[in-house]
């Protein structure tokens, strides 16, 4: 059974430019969840999506966004990037709502020169 | 607002003996708590988990021990070995969302 897949793994962007990252989730999980993590403060939620609606959110500025297609497939955007938006981009998937029971892909690494 | 800490950023243990990973969490609604484990360049797996019904969970090396009076848990790992090296981060989740809260980690190294 193929895990979370997250692309691409690794990018470099400039400040102002855009990105946009892929994830997809474990065959028959509904629930994808983002999160960011930077040294320090750990992993912070972003977002949940399920059946293609977000469920939940963190506390993160309208420049991240996200979205899920029918497939289940989610990709998150961030826009106008700064430098502090430079981190490892996770997501993680379930069969239900996100909870307890959440896998992991391996994660995006942005960096914002 | 930090709702779970991890006041340690970062634990040294020998091989063999006992490693010892806090946690505190503020939200009283938190009823289930987990421990991941992360290598670099991987994502977090998950180790192992208590509900707040218990006050302790083993599994093999790992033991999670959870205090709800003083809103802590920690996680034991005995015998620590070098492959335990990782970042480990706790979790909480609970209330109307139920969606998972991190702690910030604290990096474990077992030197040989």
């Known amino acids: 059974k193929a895990g979370v897949t997250q692309t691409p793994r690794y990018l470099i962007k400039t400040r102002g430019q855009q990105v946009t990252l892929s994830c997809s989730p474990i065959?028959?999980?509904?629930?994808v969840s983002w999160y960011q993590q930077t040294p320090g403060q750990g992993l912070q939620f972003l977002f949940e999506y399920f059946s293609e609606t977000q469920r939940n959110k963190g506390n993160f500025p309208g420049r991240f966004s996200g979205r899920q297609f029918s497939n289940s497939r989610s990709e998150m955007n961030v826009s106008t990037l700064e430098l502090g938006d430079s981190a490892l981009y996770l997501c993680a998937s379930s069969r239900g709502l996100a909870g307890v029971s959440q896998f992991f892909g391996e994660g995006s690494r942005l960096t914002v020169l | 607002d930090q709702q779970v800490k991890q006041n340690s950023p970062s634990l040294s243990v020998q091989e063999g003996r006992i490693s010892i990973l806090n946690c505190d969490y503020t939200?009283?609604?938190?009823?289930?708590f987990l421990w991941y484990k992360k290598y670099p360049a991987e994502g977090p797996t998950f180790l192992i988990s208590i509900s707040s019904i218990k006050d302790k969970n083993e599994d093999g090396r790992f033991t999670v021990f959870l205090n709800k009076s003083a809103k802590h848990l920690s996680l034991h790992i005995v015998p620590s070995q070098p492959g335990d090296s990782a970042v480990y981060f706790c979790a909480a989740a609970g209330g109307a969302t139920n969606k998972l809260i991190f702690g910030t980690g604290t990096l474990l190294a077992v030197q040989p």
């Open positions: 939200n009283s609604m938190f009823d289930y």
């Open positions: 065959s028959g999980h509904r629930s």
